[in-house]
């Protein structure tokens, strides 16, 4: 059984530097779902469960013990509506981030799911509102996974944080790092009215994709798309060769990293 996490300490490191507010609740349905009624730009929910969380495309996500399960509302102003993709980015660099703080070496699968190894250790959905506020949700297996803990999406076997370090894991220094990496990266995305060559974003995101330059699977609402990952776009859309050479820009879907035989 994991230790609850110490509200008192992550409001004293995080509010009023980095964030307006911060709550930690026990359970709710899904902490994306409850800050979409959120007003107040840099809000935070953390539950230590969800009861109905949501994955990319509508499914469904377990949140087992020993995780962080955490959402934070941004209102970007100043941003065009276009770059605010961007922000699902930037989470997925501050999990590599937090990652290597541990001691854990960790890339992404494009757009934000953090890997260890060719096992899924975190999750990211980001949610545009009407009025252009971003939520952000992640969800992050920081102790050892129970048992039976099914696949992902393409497949991917879960894992965790402690199945790569000797270190002891504190849950509450870990959402401390997460939170402050984020803060710090979105700042610079902002002040930088969403550019993401000005704030530098783009470079670290690149140098941190295990995507970029591998064979992979695409799988798309209206079928698949097999190629090499060329490039990323400016607007963070994943660019594909096909095998005839031709460049299909992808801005959803599944990524599969396919084996070179």
Do not use: C, F, K, M
């Given at each position: 059984m994991s230790t609850p996490l110490d509200a008192d300490v992550l409001r004293e490191r995080l509010v009023g530097t980095h964030y307006a507010k911060l709550d930690v609740v026990a359970s709710t349905g899904s902490t994306n779902a409850d800050l979409r009624r959120e007003t107040q730009d840099r809000s935070v929910l953390i539950a230590e469960e969800?009861?109905?969380?949501?994955g990319r495309r509508g499914?469904?996500?377990?949140?087992?013990?020993?995780g962080l399960y955490l959402s934070a509302l941004f209102r970007p102003e100043g941003v065009p509506p276009q770059r605010l993709p961007w922000l699902t980015l930037i989470a997925g660099v501050a999990l590599v981030r937090t990652a290597a703080s541990v001691g854990v070496q960790a890339t992404l699968k494009w757009p934000n799911d953090l890997l260890i190894g060719d096992r899924k250790a975190a999750g990211v959905l980001a949610e545009i509102t009407a009025d252009h506020s971003v939520v952000v949700g992640i969800g992050l297996n920081v102790g050892k996974l129970p048992?039976?803990?099914e696949p992902g999406a393409?497949?991917?076997?879960?894992?965790?944080?402690?199945?790569h370090t000797d270190?002891?894991?504190?849950?509450?220094?870990v959402a401390t790092t997460l939170l402050d990496e984020l803060a710090h990266l979105e700042r610079a995305?902002?002040?930088?009215?969403?550019?993401?060559?000005?704030?530098?974003?783009?470079?670290?995101?690149?140098r941190e994709c295990s995507t970029l330059g591998r064979r992979v699977r695409v799988d798309l609402s209206g079928g698949q798309l097999s190629g090499t990952a060329q490039d990323l776009e400016v607007d963070g859309t994943l660019l594909v060769r096909d095998d005839d050479g031709v460049d299909h820009p992808v801005s959803a879907g599944d990524v599969?990293?396919?084996?070179?035989r």
């Open positions: 969800q009861t109905a969380g949501q499914r469904s996500w377990t949140s087992p013990g020993g048992e039976g803990i393409g497949g991917l076997e879960p894992t965790s944080l402690a199945d270190r002891p894991l504190d849950r509450t220094e995305w902002r002040a930088a009215q969403g550019d993401p060559h000005a704030s530098g974003l783009y470079d670290e995101y690149v599969v990293h396919l084996r070179v």
